[in-house]
């Protein structure tokens, strides 16, 4: 559709001059200052914030499987669950022993009332002589006797609760668990498998992924004093990273310090996949932007500027490409000034000097291209 427009404004020129050589028809866009963050691109990947092996915290036979390879499950809920008839029977006995226990203080108590009264009624008797002192100190000995029995009592029934509580901590430990929102990598036993107590029966990775890159050193400071987000391109799909994390250690072998950031929509995501990481190593500045299309690369970098005044012709003008962003090609030259127009379609037929027919670019259209890399090999930010 947009080869039959030019060709019939071609035409429509052609006809005007007739027979004269026509000006080439061309897509401009003005060229834009902006405030934009000096960033390098590097190669990095994405990995699982938090990878884990589910395992059997108690022996026995794997009684109930819930979930398989590549399902998804949230913090807490269960994965698997290992017969628990035999603990639960002696949950049942200790809640028996318990009973036992309460009943056995209760009769403690109750006896420990008695000996007192006893005790303090032949006290008084014998401070008036009508009791031998001899059964006032009997009675004083079976209220100390029924004290230590109730003593005894709660001390063994502090136990038997002590036992119930690590019953039911065992009876837990076999149900397992999500310990955080992730996916099933790996499911390595059946139902009916036996397991002992450290046997891996799951691997989970998170959910949540982060970005990680190596970098090199001489952007450090860079990255210390300026970064705070990263801007990804993982499988052509463009991705923010928060969180920004610099691991202050460096790799002696390849002189490089890790970075790492959280990625808010990583679920959309798969660890492992590479990303191509835009660093910023800059502040935020006014920068000349244009898109992609318009530079053209190879021997001296250049664009092609329409020259004010009529007739329009193509200007040849050099620049210095700074760095790719989000927003376009950073691009510096004495000629740059913001506002004229560059030319984005057309220009690779182009020659300093030729007549142009600019069309303008419609607002929908002059988004400035974001560059893809082919490789994902480090594009220095300039010093």
């Given at each position: 559709m947009?080869?039959?427009m030019?060709?019939?404004l071609?035409?429509?020129v052609v006809?005007a001059h007739g027979?004269?050589?026509?000006p080439?028809?061309?897509?401009?866009?003005?060229l834009v200052?902006?405030?934009v963050q000096?960033v390098t691109t590097?190669?990095?990947?994405?990995?699982a914030?938090?990878r884990?092996?589910?395992?059997?915290?108690e022996?026995?036979?794997l009684?109930t499987v819930l979930?398989?390879?590549?399902?998804?499950?949230?913090?807490g809920?269960?994965?698997a669950?290992i017969d628990?008839?035999?603990?639960?029977?002696s949950?049942?006995e200790?809640s028996?022993?318990?009973a036992a226990?309460?009943?056995?203080?209760?009769?403690?108590?109750a006896?420990?009332?008695?000996a007192d009264t006893?005790?303090?009624?032949l006290?008084k008797?014998?401070?008036?002589?009508?009791?031998s002192?001899?059964?006032?100190s009997?009675?004083s000995?079976?209220?100390s006797e029924a004290a230590?029995?109730l003593?005894?009592?709660?001390a063994q029934?502090a136990?038997?609760?002590?036992?119930h509580?690590?019953?039911?901590i065992?009876l837990?430990r076999?149900v397992l668990?999500?310990?955080f929102?992730?996916t099933?990598?790996?499911?390595?036993?059946?139902?009916?498998a036996?397991?002992?107590?450290g046997?891996?029966?799951?691997?989970?990775v998170?959910?949540?992924?982060e970005?990680?890159v190596?970098?090199p050193?001489r952007f450090?400071p860079?990255?210390?004093?300026?970064?705070?987000?990263?801007?990804?391109?993982?499988?052509?799909e463009?991705h923010?990273a928060?969180?920004l994390?610099a691991?202050r250690?460096?790799?002696?072998a390849t002189?490089?310090f890790?970075v790492?950031?959280?990625?808010?929509?990583?679920?959309a995501?798969?660890?492992?996949?590479?990303?191509?990481v835009?660093l910023p190593v800059?502040p935020m500045?006014?920068?000349?932007?244009?898109?992609?299309a318009?530079?053209?690369?190879g021997?001296?970098?250049?664009?092609y500027?329409?020259s004010?005044?009529?007739?329009a012709?193509?200007?040849?003008?050099a620049v210095?490409?700074e760095?790719?962003?989000?927003q376009g090609?950073?691009?510096?030259?004495p000629q740059l000034?913001?506002g004229m127009q560059?030319?984005?379609?057309?220009?690779?037929r182009l020659?300093?000097g030729?007549?142009?027919?600019?069309?303008?670019?419609?607002?929908?259209?002059?988004?400035p291209?974001?560059?893809?890399p082919?490789?994902?090999a480090?594009?220095?930010?300039?010093?």
């Amino acid at each position: 559709m947009r080869a039959l427009m030019y060709l019939s404004l071609i035409l429509m020129v052609v006809s005007a001059h007739g027979g004269e050589r026509p000006p080439s028809p061309v897509r401009t866009v003005p060229l834009v200052e902006i405030d934009v963050q000096a960033v390098t691109t590097l190669a990095g990947s994405l990995q699982a914030a938090q990878r884990v092996a589910v395992a059997a915290e108690e022996g026995g036979r794997l009684a109930t499987v819930l979930v398989d390879s590549g399902h998804t499950v949230t913090a807490g809920s269960e994965l698997a669950r290992i017969d628990d008839e035999l603990l639960q029977a002696s949950i049942t006995e200790s809640s028996a022993l318990i009973a036992a226990a309460q009943a056995a203080v209760a009769e403690a108590e109750a006896a420990v009332k008695r000996a007192d009264t006893d005790a303090a009624a032949l006290a008084k008797a014998a401070e008036r002589q009508a009791a031998s002192t001899l059964d006032a100190s009997r009675a004083s000995s079976r209220a100390s006797e029924a004290a230590a029995m109730l003593a005894r009592g709660r001390a063994q029934l502090a136990a038997a609760e002590a036992r119930h509580t690590v019953l039911s901590i065992r009876l837990e430990r076999l149900v397992l668990r999500a310990p955080f929102d992730a996916t099933i990598v790996n499911r390595y036993r059946d139902p009916g498998a036996w397991l002992r107590p450290g046997d891996a029966v799951f691997d989970l990775v998170s959910t949540e992924l982060e970005a990680t890159v190596d970098v090199p050193e001489r952007f450090y400071p860079a990255v210390r004093d300026h970064a705070t987000s990263l801007q990804l391109l993982v499988a052509g799909e463009r991705h923010e990273a928060t969180k920004l994390r610099a691991i202050r250690d460096l790799d002696p072998a390849t002189r490089t310090f890790r970075v790492l950031a959280s990625l808010a929509d990583g679920a959309a995501l798969a660890p492992g996949l590479t990303a191509s990481v835009e660093l910023p190593v800059g502040p935020m500045a006014k920068q000349m932007v244009v898109p992609a299309a318009a530079v053209l690369r190879g021997a001296g970098d250049h664009l092609y500027a329409v020259s004010p005044g009529e007739p329009a012709t193509a200007m040849r003008v050099a620049v210095t490409v700074e760095f790719a962003s989000s927003q376009g090609l950073v691009v510096t030259g004495p000629q740059l000034k913001a506002g004229m127009q560059v030319v984005v379609e057309g220009n690779e037929r182009l020659h300093p000097g030729a007549a142009v027919m600019p069309i303008p670019q419609g607002p929908a259209e002059s988004e400035p291209e974001q560059p893809e890399p082919e490789q994902p090999a480090e594009q220095e930010a300039k010093p």
